[in-house]
């Protein structure tokens, strides 16, 4: 089992930044990637982006490049999502999951954390 708990979410206001957390812990050896994704009310879970545990190889999703910045800290066992410029529409609950592929879309992730809320406020 690998567990996973987000932190770091919170209300915003237009154009601030927030810095996310996962902290993972558990059969970390099974891990091959990290990823994180976010689900507004009402909507689909959506890919932010991924990076690989070991060689940290990233990828995003196409509307996420330029605000949004994945990395991960080996030593802390955690990755962290950098959001830059926040905007009404990022608001929403975001997730850190892991999976033992690399993956841009949600099945192939077998662990995933709880949650944290990001509001950004206009």
């Known amino acids: 089992q690998v567990q996973l708990v987000e932190s770091g979410g919170g209300l915003v206001q237009v154009g601030d930044s927030l810095r996310l957390s996962c902290a993972v812990s558990?059969?970390?050896?099974?891990?091959?990637?990290m990823g994180w994704f976010r689900q507004a009310p009402g909507e689909e879970r959506e890919f932010i982006a991924v990076i690989t545990w070991r060689e940290g190889t990233t990828l995003y999703g196409d509307s996420m490049k330029g605000r949004f910045t994945i990395s991960r800290d080996n030593a802390k066992n955690t990755m962290i999502l950098q959001m830059n410029s926040l905007k009404p529409e990022d608001t929403a609950v975001y997730y850190c999951?892991?999976?033992?592929?690399?993956?841009?879309?949600?099945?192939?992730?077998?662990?995933w954390g709880q949650g944290t809320q990001v509001t950004v406020s206009s």
């Open positions: 999951a892991a999976s033992s592929s690399l993956a841009t879309y949600a099945g192939p992730y077998q662990y």
């Open positions: 558990g059969r970390t050896l099974s891990t091959y990637a």
